[in-house]
């Protein structure tokens, strides 16, 4: 193990089917530990301070990855299509946390990330889910943001940013563009899944969020059976960046309140 560039974590050799995934461990207790799941452009290194300050609030074991194409992860075995969401939720996710020995994790995800953690909640039981601008429909104002982002990035100035995080920056935009604005795409809905959700769920999303309206939040809210929790903070897509105070006090709450859920269900 080595020491990672997110402070205070430790890298991992997290391998799916013979491809390397970037991964890091912020060690704590064990019980119920947190599983970082990242935004389309994003990466481990990208949650930035967010890990350690997580850690350091709960106490609890913080793992996150890069998915396949991000951050310094090997490139996915093929590009992407619109199907990308329920193989990263059905297969890869299972298969990284049974690498990493986790059981009943809380998920913690970021926009593509909580769309990936609530259809691998649907299928599976993690102990809780900690959704960050979640996305259960495509709405006309996050196909707008998105080829606002196509127009930067072919600019040049969004693929130099992007150069920073990510051994290949094209494929990671494509990967994250091309299925979005895949016209296949259109009538995408997670909102099955959501019906299939029986534990607790903490939804955080930005008031200005230039992605998705609270009606994403709604829709959520309406169909999960389990116990919801929201919060709306000043800010846009990244309410853990933009607003660290209050989202981490909320999730440190509700993973006591998580810990609570299971010991009355036991």
Do not use: K
């Not at 953690?117 to 102990?127: E, K, M, Q, T, W």
């Not at 196509?150 to 600019?155: I, P, S």
């Not at 000043?234 to 859920?261: C, K, M, N």
């Amino acid at each position: 193990m080595r020491t990672s560039r997110v402070s205070g974590g430790i890298e991992l050799d997290l391998r799916v089917d013979g491809r390397r995934l970037e991964a890091v461990e912020l060690p704590g207790e064990p019980e119920r530990p947190l599983v970082l799941l990242h935004e389309g452009l994003g990466s481990v290194g990208l949650w930035r301070t967010f890990p350690r300050e997580l850690q350091e609030r709960t106490a609890r074991r913080v793992v996150a990855f890069s998915r396949f194409g991000h951050g310094r992860s090997e490139p996915p075995p093929a590009p992407r299509t619109p199907a990308f969401f329920r193989e990263e939720a059905l297969a890869v996710l299972p298969a990284v946390l049974q690498q990493l020995d986790v059981r009943e994790p809380i998920l913690v995800g970021h926009s593509d990330g909580a769309s990936i953690a609530l259809i691998y909640a649907g299928a599976h039981a993690p102990s809780g889910l900690v959704l960050l601008a979640p996305h259960v429909v495509v709405e006309d104002v996050t196909l707008a943001a998105i080829r606002e982002a196509r127009d930067r990035f072919e600019e040049g100035g969004l693929r130099e940013r992007l150069s920073r995080h990510h051994d290949d920056p094209e494929v990671t935009f494509r990967g994250w563009c091309d299925v979005w604005l895949d016209p296949a795409f259109r009538s995408w809905t997670l909102e099955p899944d959501a019906q299939r959700v029986t534990c607790p769920v903490l939804l955080i999303q930005g008031s200005d969020d230039p992605y998705g309206t609270l009606d994403q939040l709604e829709r959520i809210e309406a169909r999960v059976r389990g116990p919801v929790r929201r919060l709306v903070v000043s800010g846009g897509h990244s309410p853990h960046l933009e607003a660290p105070g209050p989202v981490l006090s909320e999730i440190a709450l509700f993973v006591q309140e998580v810990d609570d859920h299971v010991r009355r269900a036991a």
